[in-house]
């Protein structure tokens, strides 16, 4: 919160008040490109590239950046784009990053309009060519302004489709090599109005495990069961008995949900088969109740293995943290939003979602906050990895404004003395 017009948080205590004349040229500057980056907007969209395919869409961002005069590191993760400006007296002591995610989905498009995916089988269904978008318009800008005292990343980040490309990002020494202090991220939300934005402390976005199950027995004649294990009767055993973890072993008042979403066993009527597999996900915002889940999962097996007469094989892997905003980060963010927009247009309760975002993985290892800012609520419009899904254009200049102006808010340069 605020005090007399400063941040009452120590690793923010020195950040300067919002300029209310600056924000609007921000906006009046960018809203006049607004042509031109929803022009590279569509073409990104025509040409989508999925998790560490994303040549040609690193390619442009690499050129539009040199061109605004930034030094470049591309290859990062093997298509993730590094662009870096400085600015000031303080340059390499104050840093932050700016994350925007690149690739698209295995999803086959279903619009009809000019830009649609040129790609069978692939299209932007989450707005990752609209997040791309913003962030370089928001380089260009501080390029051009760089009204700003310190070091701006700005990280271009591959494959956060099921494939975690933020982790791959750190794998590959993103914060050994640019060090920040702390790192931000944004992500456009169906069903939000355009120019309204939602950022709370702690959780915003779910972990995602994932789990295969393989059950083993001994194969027979459907009409002679006594002879064999039934895999299939141990497997939907192990289905049902699943859906008691969120009901009897957590807590009340926690969230999670445990699904099975495959079950393949058996290839004709009167056999018996020899194995079953389940395969699901796992949701919670939680990291204890990510680790309980997963417990009580083997446990189970375990259990209903030994009852039946089948051997159970687990694999369970976690995909994805909770994506978990520090607190004075999202205080910081909520508080600048509120005085560009004003208090109606920014939601600070907002209700987390159980899908999950790999971003997490930078919030393990630095401060920041995740934000979500309306893609508009428009009669037809549909949520993100739905196949008619696209990105709304109108939302390019309050995204690339809102980095603009946390990079001037948090990056503050000093006021000067006075003769």
């Not at 309050?398 to 003395?417: E, M």
Request: proline share 5%.
């Amino acid at each position: 919160s605020y005090h007399h017009g400063r941040l009452v948080c120590r690793r923010w205590r020195n950040v300067a008040r919002v300029n209310p004349a600056m924000t609007d040229a921000i906006f009046d500057k960018i809203i006049s490109w607004q042509e031109e980056f929803a022009g590279l907007r569509r073409d990104l969209h025509r040409h989508p590239e999925t998790a560490y395919e994303e040549v040609r869409t690193a390619g442009i961002v690499s050129d539009l950046l040199t061109s605004y005069g930034l030094e470049v590191h591309a290859g990062l993760a093997r298509t993730g784009v590094v662009g870096v400006l400085r600015s000031g007296a303080n340059n390499r002591a104050r840093a932050i990053g700016l994350r925007a995610d690149m690739d698209a989905l295995h999803l086959q498009e279903e619009n009809t309009f000019a830009h649609r995916s040129t790609q069978a089988g692939k299209m932007h269904g989450c707005g990752h060519d609209g997040h791309t978008t913003m962030l370089l318009a928001a380089a260009r800008y501080l390029a051009e302004h760089r009204d700003f005292d310190g070091t701006v990343y700005f990280i271009f980040q591959p494959a956060e489709e099921n494939e975690g490309g933020a982790r791959a990002m750190l794998e590959a020494g993103l914060f050994e090599r640019f060090d920040m202090q702390a790192v931000f991220g944004m992500h456009n939300m169906p069903g939000i109005e355009v120019g309204h934005f939602a950022v709370a402390p702690g959780a915003m976005m779910a972990g995602l495990d994932v789990f295969d199950i393989e059950v083993k027995g001994t194969g027979g004649h459907a009409a002679m069961p006594q002879h064999g294990s039934d895999t299939i009767v141990a497997a939907s055993q192990i289905v049902s008995s699943l859906q008691t973890i969120v009901s009897r072993s957590l807590d009340p008042l926690a969230a999670g949900v445990v699904s099975v979403t495959q079950f393949h066993a058996g290839t004709t009527y009167n056999v018996l088969p020899e194995s079953a597999t389940l395969s699901g996900t796992v949701r919670c915002f939680d990291p204890a109740v990510q680790t309980l889940i997963e417990q009580r999962l083997r446990q189970i097996c375990e259990h209903v293995g030994q009852a039946f007469g089948v051997t159970v094989t687990v694999r369970y892997e976690k995909r994805y943290p909770p994506t978990i905003n520090s607190t004075p980060e999202a205080a910081l963010c909520a508080d600048l939003l509120r005085r560009l927009h004003g208090k109606d247009r920014v939601n600070t309760a907002p209700t987390p979602l159980m899908a999950a975002e790999d971003f997490a993985w930078m919030l393990q290892k630095k401060p920041g906050a995740y934000v979500w800012m309306g893609n508009g609520i428009e009669a037809g419009g549909c949520m993100v990895h739905n196949p008619r899904y696209d990105f709304n254009d109108r939302a390019i200049p309050f995204g690339a404004a809102y980095w603009v102006a946390l990079v001037q808010h948090v990056l503050a340069r000093s006021p000067q003395p006075t003769s």
